[in-house]
């Protein structure tokens, strides 16, 4: 299995620290808002990346952090007049609904920033030990970062050049030794979440989250880090200053960048309204499609949304869902005596879209390959079952299908249809809740309907609703 290492700047073969095992931390969102089709993009890629290796036998220790202590955060909680813990709880709930509805697997740990202030305080503590992190006059701890003297390796970005450009970098206080180095520990500023700490009452910096979480659930060692390409500089870069000061040892052996999610050509942006969140996305589609797109490219691929490469997504999508209730349609009368020779030799002459489809994994995650050997075995399954094929072939076909799904995230067993009664009888009971002021129990409805498949809509009328 190769794969492409921002740090090398190659394809290179994956061996892994420990026979049979893969440590992995993927940086996970910023939770202030609904997450966007752009945070999706690596939920997905780094999911598959994970159901590949255990795929193929390897045991994967996957390690997701939510960052729950931010600006974004504090301001929002400021614009609702509620708490920042109220905030990242609530959108923490929210993006693991949205997670789900993607068929992303949940991380082995998902830890949060906000659990974890004390190892942070240890890390810091030890690299002020070392020299690498100083405090300024007004509590702030800055690492230091010339004394690191691998700094750059993974944006192979050179300190002078980063010198040159230092306006460009945000300066956060007055009282730093160099431009160059970053917070690690910051004062707390009126009204905002603050620990203890030797420094100053405050909080910590972003990057030190993500090497500490790393360090505690996966240790000092790990196998691939992974994020999107933004996250390269400063935050990757500055994780790897801080790990391999603080622990010794590399960081990571190897990292992994996916590229960005446009929509329309455009870059996604919040404030010219040219964005997506999944929610929205899922008012629309089954959030299926959504996955089925994004790996319809090469991960490290900049990928375009837009409306006509979704219902494209959604054709190829429903090609795979339907052979697949063809096989299961003709699974209940199939002849039950043992398959002739001829199928046995068709079943055996599928196995070349399985070889295909692990090549194109092998090289660096190709899904856009993979995806195509799975319509090529979709095809080759189409055209060699009928009403006369027997059991036996037809599950050794239903069985390689759904193995290949399986490593893309891709369901083709379809949950059992919800009835009319049964989603007229939620919306009276969603009615009479909202009557009581129940909001919590009305949204609940409303969140379980849309998981299956069924929008509401509020009219004048009453309540509507229809099939997504
Ligand atoms: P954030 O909450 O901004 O830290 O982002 C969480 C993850 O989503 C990071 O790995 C980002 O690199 C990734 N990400 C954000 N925007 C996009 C985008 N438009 N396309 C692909 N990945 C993105
Ligand atoms: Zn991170």
Redesign the pocket.
């Known amino acids: 299995m190769k794969l492409f290492n921002t740090l090398s700047r190659q394809k290179e073969d994956f061996v892994p620290l420990e026979e049979g095992k893969v440590r992995m931390y993927?940086?996970?969102?910023?939770?202030y808002n609904y997450?966007?089709?752009?945070?999706a993009?690596?939920?997905i890629v780094f999911d598959t990346v994970r159901r590949y290796m255990e795929y193929k036998g390897y045991e994967v220790n996957y390690v997701s952090n939510f960052?729950d202590v931010d600006d974004k955060i504090i301001n929002k909680a400021i614009e609702e007049g509620t708490t920042a813990e109220e905030v990242s709880r609530r959108f923490i709930e929210e993006c693991k609904k949205d997670m789900q509805a993607l068929n992303v697997k949940p991380a082995t740990t998902h830890p949060l920033a906000t659990q974890e202030i004390q190892g942070m305080i240890d890390m810091i503590s030890s690299l002020i030990e070392k020299g690498y992190a100083y405090r300024a006059q007004d509590g702030t701890v800055y690492f230091r970062t010339r004394k690191f003297k691998d700094y750059g390796k993974l944006s192979h970005k050179n300190l002078d050049d980063l010198q040159a450009g230092h306006r460009d970098i945000k300066v956060t206080g007055d009282f730093k030794e160099d431009a160059l180095d970053f917070v690690l520990w910051k004062p707390k500023k009126e009204g905002e979440p603050y620990w203890e700490s030797p420094w100053c009452k405050g909080r910590p910096g972003w990057h030190i989250e993500c090497s500490v979480m790393s360090k505690k659930y996966l240790g000092d060692e790990i196998d691939i880090h992974?994020?999107?390409?933004?996250?390269i500089f400063p935050h990757h870069e500055n994780e790897i200053a801080q790990s391999e000061a603080a622990n010794g040892v590399e960081f990571s052996k190897y990292w992994m960048?996916?590229?960005?999610?446009?929509i329309d050509n455009k870059?996604?942006s919040k404030s010219s309204g040219n964005f997506f969140t999944v929610r929205e996305i899922g008012e629309k589609y089954d959030l299926q499609v959504l996955r089925f797109f994004m790996l319809s490219a090469h991960y490290r691929s900049p990928?375009n949304f837009s409306e006509e490469l979704m219902e494209a997504a959604k054709n190829g999508l429903e090609r795979i869902v339907t052979a697949a209730e063809h096989l299961r349609h003709l699974l209940k009368n199939a002849p039950e005596d043992g398959p002739a020779k001829e199928e046995t030799d068709l079943l055996h002459g599928a196995k070349q879209y399985t070889e295909k489809f692990e090549a194109a994994m092998d090289d660096d995650f190709n899904t856009a390959d993979a995806v195509s050997a799975v319509f090529e075995l979709v095809k080759y399954i189409n055209t060699s079952v009928s009403e006369n094929t027997a059991k036996e072939t037809l599950n050794g076909f239903y069985g390689q299908l759904k193995q290949l799904c399986d490593v893309l995230g891709i369901i083709i067993e379809k949950e059992e249809e919800i009835l009319d009664e049964e989603i007229e009888g939620l919306i009276q009971e969603r009615q009479a809740a909202r009557k009581e002021k129940n909001f919590k129990r009305a949204d609940e409805i409303r969140d379980l309907l849309l998981e299956k498949g069924i929008i509401l809509k509020d009219t004048r009328e009453g309540v509507q609703w229809k099939k997504a």
């Open positions: 993927v940086c996970g969102p910023t939770v997450i966007h089709i752009g945070n993009r690596p939920m960052t992974a994020g999107g390409e933004d996250l960048h996916n590229g960005f999610l446009n870059k996604m990928l």
